[in-house]
């Protein structure tokens, strides 16, 4: 495994871990939404992706759901040094980073976040039960 393979899988485990924490609600909305993620990147692509989590997100006053932690845990780990090429820079806001980008970044970023979610999917069906409740 690569350094930066490696990286990105300790980074998703973490994530996971974190998620694990959580509610049961939380954890089962978690898992389900780590497999669903990917395959919207794949179909709508990664702006109208990330625009739709964005939009499922509860406002401040709420607690935090599993779209608020994907999206934290997505945006974190594009700021992160595990991540070789492209950084999201501190504290700008994810969607609007990426609909920033021109074609070349923009399909760059789309991999490494695709990347990314692959572990995340994994370690959150590793680590969250199916159906726990």
Not at 19 to 46: H, V, W
Request: glycine share 6%; aromatic share 12%.
């Amino acid at each position: 495994m690569s350094k930066l393979e490696g990286g990105r899988a300790e980074f998703a485990y973490n994530c996971a871990l974190e998620a694990c924490e959580k509610s049961n609600k939380l954890k089962k909305d978690y898992r389900s939404y780590a497999r669903k993620i990917p395959q919207m990147i794949f179909t709508n692509g990664l702006g109208q992706a990330m625009a739709f989590v964005c939009s499922k997100k509860k406002s401040n006053k709420e607690k935090e759901d599993a779209y608020d932690l994907i999206y934290r845990q997505i945006s974190s780990y594009m700021e992160s040094p595990c991540v070789s090429g492209i950084q999201k820079p501190s504290g700008e806001d994810l969607t609007g980073w990426v609909v920033s980008l021109n074609s070349y970044q923009y399909r760059y970023v789309e991999e490494e976040i695709l990347a990314f979610l692959n572990w995340l999917r994994r370690f959150a069906e590793g680590l969250i039960e199916e159906g726990e409740e």
